[in-house]
């Protein structure tokens, strides 16, 4: 089993000892190598593995806490929205890193700061988060990006890497496109999209095209 530097670089931020011996034993196995998804997630059997030794582990929110910390360096995601207060036994992982190219996105894992008003996301990082998440449309709008910046910069005392930072943008996309009353949209599947101006009609246009097309007739 090999780790790319991006994942190296991750797994010597600050991390305990049991979310790295999670990540590398319990969780890095089971993906698999093209899609970087995960078999569903299995208390009994990630206990197990954190107690070889000694039985420091016995409660599946023990297990959540370390999946949370594997999350705040950008290891894990959850391939689907998941309540980060509920169970996650049975849940299905991505991991992001592990199907990037080696040196791609590992400078952004030592890019660390606080939010600020210039702040871009990393364009070619959403496209590849965006396809690993699942997001149809992650073209985003001035105002998206505007509320995202806003929203942090009341909350100075969070520090992420830049990766990071482009990770939970995509992940906000994520919400807001899964997010019911989403203004000029379209639902494909089970996602909520912008639609673009001038190639759809909505019914009631075409209604009363309709109507009095047959009026003139």
């Known amino acids: 089993m090999q780790f790319n530097k991006a994942e190296q670089t991750a ?3 600050s991390l305990s000892n049991d979310a790295r011996i999670l990540y590398i034993l319990g969780i890095k196995p089971t993906a698999d190598e093209s899609s970087g998804t995960t078999s569903p997630l299995n208390y009994k059997s ?3 593995i954190l107690n070889a030794r ?3 582990f016995t409660l599946g929110r023990q297990v959540n806490s370390l ?3 594997l999350i705040s360096v950008g290891l894990v995601n959850f391939q689907n929205e998941v309540e980060l207060n509920h169970s996650f036994n049975g849940k299905t992982l991505v ?3 592990t199907t990037m190219k080696v040196d791609e996105y590992s400078k952004l894992h030592l890019n660390w700061h606080t939010m600020h008003l210039d702040w871009l996301p990393n364009q070619k990082l959403i496209s590849d988060l965006a396809k690993l998440v699942g997001i149809i449309d ?3 709008t001035t105002s998206e990006l505007g ?3 806003a929203y942090w910069l009341g909350r100075p005392e969070s520090q992420f890497s830049e990766y990071q930072w482009t990770q939970k943008f995509v992940f906000n996309l994520k919400k807001m496109r899964l997010a019911h009353g989403f203004k000029n949209v379209q639902k494909v599947g089970q996602q ?3 639609t673009k101006a001038g190639i759809l009609a909505d019914d009631n246009a075409k209604n009363l095209v309709a109507k009095y097309s047959k009026t003139n007739t």
């Open 46 to 48: 990630l206990l197990s």
């Open 138 to 140: 992650y073209d985003y």
């Open 147 to 149: 509320d995202f910046i």
């Open 54 to 56: 000694e039985e420091k």
């Open 11 to 13: 797994l010597l931020q």
């Open 95 to 97: 991991l992001p890193l």
């Open 67 to 69: 999946i949370k910390e």
């Open 192 to 194: 909520i999209v912008q």
